[in-house]
């Protein structure tokens, strides 16, 4: 919400400004109109415009576990850490926003309340009095001592002046101007956008510039019909005097200033008109795009990537590259997980401290062995329980072996040795024992490594002299930490 009303306000401030600074003073206030209302329109619909451009975005430096929402799994040079992120739960409830909105509510209600009593007070002040039909509209006489107004179809005037004929032709057909153009309508529109958004000052700008351009186009109007510009601005100095309580109306003596008589008897070229009319173009296009630009990770489109025989789907391009491969485990080389972790401690930090090139743990909560450990402690650090497979022997096909030979998609080792794409050339499918490979990030990419993939050849006799067909029988490491809170030095 603040969003919206700080983007909607920041349009209104700049839009306004234009027209006061480039286009009232100039003599095309049809235009002028239409611009008014139309950047009210678009102040209050902008902040639901997105325009994305795609940016290249920076990878996200720890993985949510799904096994474990709450813990996160990160890798240090030397050893895995497992992280127990503190979740909150219970929060305090905020009464600041309750107690705001109940007012807004309040202040919105006795608003709108009034805007219906004022509509309704001049629909009725015309069903009481006389009514008369004059051209397209309808004159309401009043008992009242009032110059003309207008709202809606009716011309309110005074019943002893219509019946003297003590108004001005003039005066008719400034009136007649406000009927004809529907101004009505438009003060309706701002006096609504004022209701809801009451607490929003421009609006009051907007509407007295909004009144003042319509008397304008009626002066305009009277102007262009009489052709007697002084009789009329002399006849408007003399009704300057008078008041009128009707803010829902069109008023004759609506801000007689200097602004309106000078504006009488001032002319603009057509082509002044058309280049600010022009102009208007980039600067609203501005506008537009700095107030809904909005950036949104690039998708990169990499090359098509094969394992073993098999297509990866794009969907899996971002999950573990065990997910990517479809082979089956080799079941009869399991490793027991009392055997892999036996000896390994597990410690629980209430605070961790990241230092150069690892977190430092504060005050234990928890340290054991593995085969100290609780069922309940066990199952709280079954995320991190998990035992490498050992791997199936499975050769590339005669086409995926020529796909890595691409320099420009992959960054090649054979046996944990980086070659040049080419030295694949010295191999046949049947050569290799097993593939491996992982997407790399643009940030992780290198001048070395540009390539979008990375992957690891095994030959027979390396995967053999490896036993990587065969399950670790041990956990690399002598612990496994997790914070309950990690702190930035």
């Known amino acids: 919400m603040e969003i919206y009303l700080l983007k909607s306000t920041a349009s209104l401030i700049v839009l306004l400004g234009i027209y006061h600074l480039f286009l009232e003073k100039e003599k095309m206030h049809t235009f002028n109109r239409f ?90 002040k015309a069903k009481k009095s006389r009514k008369v039909a004059f051209n397209c509209s309808t004159l309401v006489l009043s008992k009242e001592e009032q110059l003309p107004h207008t709202f809606l179809q009716y011309i309110f005037i005074n019943e002893d002046d219509f019946n003297s004929q003590n108004i001005q032709q003039e005066l008719y057909t400034h009136e007649l101007t406000h009927v004809r153009q529907k101004h009505t309508y438009d003060v309706l529109f701002i006096e609504i956008l004022k209701t809801l958004f009451w607490f929003n000052p421009i609006l009051v700008f907007y509407k007295k510039a909004i009144q003042l351009n319509h008397e304008f186009l009626a002066d305009e109007n009277v102007v262009e019909s009489h052709k007697n510009v002084s009789f009329y601005q002399n006849l408007l100095v003399e009704k300057a005097s008078w008041n009128s309580n009707f803010y829902l109306a069109s008023n004759l003596n609506f801000s007689v200033t200097k602004k309106r008589l000078i504006m009488m008897t001032k002319t603009t070229s057509k082509s002044r008109a058309f280049l600010k009319k022009i102009a208007l173009v980039p600067v609203l296009a501005g506008l537009v795009f700095a107030s809904c630009i909005e950036k949104t990770a690039a998708k990169d489109k990499e090359p098509e990537v094969w394992i073993n025989g098999e297509r990866v789907k794009e969907s899996e391009m971002n999950q573990p590259i065990s997910n990517w491969k479809k082979e089956q485990p080799n079941e009869n080389n399991q490793t027991n997980e009392a055997a892999y972790f036996a000896g390994v401690r597990f410690i629980i930090y209430k605070t961790g401290t990241w230092t150069k090139d690892r977190v430092q743990g504060k005050d234990i909560i928890l340290d054991k062995t593995y085969e100290e450990l609780t069922a309940e402690e066990k199952d709280r650090f079954k995320p991190y329980l998990r035992i490498p497979k050992g791997h199936v022997k499975k050769s590339p096909t005669a086409a995926e072996l020529e796909d890595y030979k691409d320099s420009k998609k992959y960054a090649i080792w054979i046996d944990d040795v980086n070659v040049k794409n080419t030295e694949l050339n010295n191999y046949s499918p049947s050569d290799i024992a097993y593939v491996l490979g992982s997407s790399v990030m643009k940030n992780a990419r290198t001048q070395k490594h540009p390539q979008p993939f990375q992957f690891h050849f095994y030959t027979h006799n390396y995967f053999d002299k490896k036993q990587m067909g065969k399950a670790p029988e041990k956990y690399p490491l002598d612990k496994v930490e997790i914070f309950d809170k990690i702190i930035k030095n």
Do not use: H
């Open 35 to 124: 611009y008014l209302l139309f950047s009210l329109l678009l102040s209050f619909t902008i902040p639901f415009i997105t325009i994305e451009v795609a940016v290249e975005s920076l990878p996200k430096p720890l993985l949510l576990s799904q096994s474990a929402p709450n813990q996160v799994l990160t890798q240090t040079q030397n050893q895995t850490i497992a992280v127990d992120v503190a979740q909150v739960l219970e929060s305090e409830t905020n009464y600041i926003p309750i107690i705001l909105w109940s007012l807004y509510v309040m202040a919105t209600l006795f608003l709108v309340i009034r805007f219906g009593k004022n509509i309704y007070s001049l629909i009725l």
